[in-house]
């Protein structure tokens, strides 16, 4: 399921990605690179952490990717500003992702 999860991030990175690169202008541009390229960065982490058999750190990446790109995607196509203020929630996912990740590293 990680591996899949992880697959469909990393495809909604890339259309999100390409959206801000060809199809938005200004804010919302650079809100779709932005989430883009971080929601494609830990998509590619969730698959490194699955092939080492850590799913949580894993998860983590998925979820924080999508909270963190997908507050910036809403707010590319319309949604209130407000939505900002989720963004960093997202981050602070990844964050943990990556200290679980070196935590499981350090273990084995």
């Known amino acids: 399921m990680l591996v899949m999860g992880a697959a469909l991030s990393g495809a909604i990175a890339v259309a999100a990605g390409a959206f801000g690169a060809h199809g938005a202008e200004g804010k919302a541009a650079e809100w779709l690179r932005t989430g883009g390229e971080y ?13 080492m058999g850590a799913t949580g750190p894993g998860w983590l990446f998925v979820a924080g990717g999508a909270v963190f790109a997908g507050s910036l995607y809403l707010m590319a196509i319309g949604a209130p500003r407000w939505l900002g203020a989720v963004t960093p929630i997202g981050g602070t996912l990844l964050i943990a992702g990556w200290l679980w990740l070196a935590w499981v590293g350090m273990r084995t």
């Open 39 to 51: 929601q494609l960065i830990h998509a590619v982490a969730a698959l490194v952490a699955a092939r």
